[in-house]
């Protein structure tokens, strides 16, 4: 008869005992460089039903709660920061258009965005620099985190609202609106604005996080 499957039971206790989410290639240095892509399958079907589950968040693998009885472990706790409306408007505009600078940023927002705006949503672990755009001023560029996918429940940015579900809303009107003017009118030395090509797909709706 044949026992467990070594690298399974490897793969499980390694996630289980893991401070933080791990990528495929993060296991597999860990164990030896073992083939772990078969074993993190079995273990997604295995857990699927059960109270805990291993999920895929952003090429990172952790366990967590089945949402259906995320309600049984919730505490409640004061919120000692809360987002404001700008962080909140600063990180959706980021989620779409990544990676975008600050400038971009403005633009789309129509008002100049506070440095500190950006600081609560880095110390969030929500955002990181990814870099710089390589144009006159080599300006920062902005980019959402594993963090942010994990926090919000979405495998990829392809979970959040698609364009055209946003739209219908009304929810970008100011946005099309700012690229337009940017289009008929961009200001001299003014970084070149993100479109939306420049974006990754995004065609399912996102859950309630």
């Known amino acids: 008869m044949t026992g467990p499957d070594p ?12 401070e933080q989410p791990m990528s495929v290639e993060q296991l597999s240095a860990h164990l030896g460089g073992a083939e772990v892509r078969p074993a993190l399958a079995a273990l997604e079907a295995h857990y699927r039903e059960r109270g805990i589950r291993l999920v895929e968040r952003g090429r ?16 409640e706790r004061e919120q000692l ?8 408007e600063v990180l959706a505009i980021i989620a779409y258009h990544e990676p975008v600078s600050r400038a971009e940023i403005e633009a789309i927002r129509g008002v100049q965005t506070a440095g500190g705006t950006l600081d ?17 001023g080599r300006p920062v560029i902005y980019a959402t985190t594993p ?55 995004l065609e399912k709706p996102a859950q309630s996080a």
């Not at 690298?7 to 893991?18: D, G, K, M, P, Q």
């Not at 609560?120 to 006159?136: D, F, I, N, Q, S």
């Not at 979405?154 to 609106?177: K, N, Y």
């Open 7 to 18: 690298i399974l039971r490897s793969v499980e206790a390694t996630l289980f005992a893991a």
């Open 60 to 75: 990172r693998w952790q366990f967590q709660t089945a949402p259906d009885l995320a309600h049984l472990l919730r505490r």
């Open 81 to 88: 920061r809360r987002l404001s409306r700008a962080a909140t």
């Open 120 to 136: 609560v949503l880095m110390e969030a672990g929500w955002v990181r620099v990814a870099g710089r755009r390589e144009v006159p």
């Open 147 to 201: 963090e942010f996918l994990s926090h919000f429940g979405l495998a990829s940015r392809r979970e959040l609202p698609g364009l055209d579900e946003l739209r219908a809303a009304g929810l970008l009107d100011s946005v099309d609106e700012a690229y337009r003017t940017l289009a008929e009118d961009p200001a001299d030395g003014a970084d070149p604005v993100i479109t939306a090509s420049d974006s990754a797909p």
